[in-house]
């Protein structure tokens, strides 16, 4: 699905590691980015060598996604990956870098969620919040900063995450602080690497999104969600951009898109009627469309 008031750029020879490829948004982008001829290293728990524990009975694996993209006229890689833990990482990221040569584009997108209150949510999965939303953008990123300062094609780092906008969220403080350090880290580094031309953004979706977590927690109803899409289509916009110039920009995908030209968002809606921004409202409160 792609939207004709975009134009959509030209990614041959363009290599992108992106976490969480099994599904959902990861997926999504993935696919996209292989329609306009980028190569995709595709991550993920989820592998049909093994069952991975708890992972084996979800639908979707880092091959089925490496062979999609690879139908689509480019090279894939699969890896099997747990962003928490530092070794892999850095091997993954040995692996991608030594099989294409160059990656250029690095997407953090693999994310945990569990929307619970401080005295509800035990701590075990507050670390597994904090290790693989915030520690994963940190190992992932931090994996690649020498290479990409050194790639002769448009560098990128970009994060699947909220802008930092409030100092608290009553009844998801836990999710929602491992969220904002994603971005906390992502726009730090656009400072950090300025000097290298490396793109350091976040994108977030305003409306909640069609994937199997909004589906499992029950948030909402298809009458409030849209389809994956609205958010690769910001992740190809941005990456049209010049990285040099365009960095540190905290996004949501229909501000964004609208300001791109996009004015038709009823493509991406699942059912009649423009969904709610309960997205962006699950961290700001405040938030009100600009269109």
Request: glycine share 6%; net charge negative; proline share 4%.
């Amino acid at each position: 699905m792609t939207h004709e008031s975009l134009e959509r750029p030209d990614l041959t020879g363009s290599t992108a590691f992106i976490t969480g490829t099994t599904r959902g948004i990861g997926k999504a982008i993935a696919l996209a980015l292989a329609e306009q001829g980028c190569n995709v290293v595709s991550t993920g728990k989820t592998s049909e060598e093994d069952d991975y524990g708890e992972e084996k009975d979800l639908e979707g694996t880092i091959e089925e996604t490496a062979r999609e993209c690879r139908d689509r006229g480019v090279d894939a890689l699969p890896i099997q990956l747990n962003v928490r833990e530092e070794a892999a990482v850095e091997a993954a990221a040995a692996e991608a870098i030594d099989h294409f040569g160059e990656v250029n584009v690095v997407i953090n997108n693999a994310s945990a969620i569990q929307l619970a209150n401080v005295a509800d949510l035990p701590p075990n999965r507050f670390d597994l919040l904090c290790d693989v939303n915030v520690r994963g953008t940190y190992l992932v990123s931090r994996a690649f900063i020498d290479h990409l300062q050194d790639v002769e094609s448009d560098a990128w780092i970009l994060t699947n995450a909220p802008p930092v906008t409030v100092d608290r969220a009553p009844g998801q403080a836990p999710y929602a602080w491992s969220k904002m350090g994603m971005s906390f880290l992502t726009l730090s580094l656009a400072t950090e690497l300025s000097g290298h031309d490396v793109g350091c953004n976040s994108f977030w979706p305003v409306t909640a999104i069609d994937t199997r977590a909004t589906r499992y927690f029950g948030l909402g109803t298809e009458d409030d969600w849209r389809s994956p899409e609205v958010v690769s289509d910001t992740v190809l916009e941005i990456l049209s951009r010049d990285p040099a110039s365009f960095t540190g920009n905290a996004l949501y995908d229909e501000d964004f898109l609208h300001d791109a030209g996009v004015e038709d968002f009823s493509r991406y809606n699942l059912t009649d009627g423009d969904p709610a921004p309960m997205s962006a409202q699950m961290f700001d409160q405040d938030y009100e469309r600009s269109i």
